[in-house]
T-cell receptor, first 113, second 113 residues
Framework: EPEVTQTPSHQVTQMGQEVILRCVPI?????FYWYRQILGQKVEFLVS????????KSEIFDDQFSVERPDGSNFTLKIRSTKLEDSAMYFC???????????FGSGTRLTVV | GENVEQHPSTLSVQEGDSAVIKCTYS??????FPWYKQELGKGPQLIID?????GEKKDQRIAVTLNKTAKHFSLHITETQPEDSAVYFC????????????FGTGTKLQVIP
């Protein structure tokens, strides 16, 4: 069964450093998303991406965050200057046109120290 | 925006018993209600969903019911098995397009052998 692949599975970074989280969505999917989950809390929407542009973003997704699809297969989330409160599990998801359910990746656990 | 409430936060049942998880939503524009199962260290996995033109949907041991008037929906798992132990999230969103999914707070289900 097709999967959404996320790398790395775990990243530890110093506060103030930039991190890039990578995702390879399912090949025929057209809608892409990033969500995050702080430990023990619910899954929160960050951003949706369609047709090579951001279609919606949450208030969490401020100027320190950016997304891009540089080569037609990878979908990346960049956090420019990490803060302690950015520590969370980050999930990439994708969806095919005409269907409603997402396929999530296994996540990247980001730890900011 | 949409707000999804979910109860209970934890649920323990004996193997073979039934489990019921309930959710309410606030936005009458929501018309798609997925349920996700999250196992430890993994991303959420879609297990069943329901559209607002349907009141009930079944898939083997799991079923969802929807009361659009009351804005609540429920997940029912019958003949529970130890492998059903996980965190379950309900969610709601307007179907179609690129609209984000709003998740509930999650229910940790433990099936005791």
């Amino acid at each position: 069964e097709p999967e959404v692949t996320q790398t790395p599975s775990h990243q530890v970074t110093q506060m103030g450093q930039e991190v890039i989280l990578r995702c390879v969505p399912i090949s025929n999917h057209l809608y892409f998303y990033w969500y995050r989950q702080i430990l023990g809390q619910k899954v929160e929407f960050l951003v949706s991406f369609y047709n090579n542009e951001i279609s919606e973003k949450s208030e969490i997704f401020d100027d320190q965050f950016s997304v891009e699809r540089p080569d037609g297969s990878n979908f990346t989330l960049k956090i420019r200057s990490t803060k302690l409160e950015d520590s969370a599990m980050y999930f990439c998801a994708s969806r095919v046109q005409g269907a409603y359910g997402y396929t999530f990746g296994s996540g990247t656990r980001l730890t900011v120290v | 925006g949409e707000n999804v409430e979910q109860h209970p936060s934890t649920l323990s049942v004996q193997e073979g018993d039934s489990a019921v998880i309930k959710c309410t939503y606030s936005d009458s524009a929501s018309n798609y209600f997925p349920w996700y199962k999250q196992e430890l260290g993994k991303g959420p996995q879609l297990i069943i969903d329901i559209r607002s033109n349907v009141g009930e949907k079944k898939d083997q041991r799991i079923a969802v019911t929807l009361n659009k008037t009351a804005k609540h929906f429920s997940l029912h798992i019958t003949e529970t098995q130890p492998e059903d132990s996980a965190v379950y999230f309900c969610a709601a969103n307007p179907a179609g397009g690129y609209q984000k999914v709003t998740f509930g707070t999650g229910t940790k289900l433990q099936v005791i052998p």
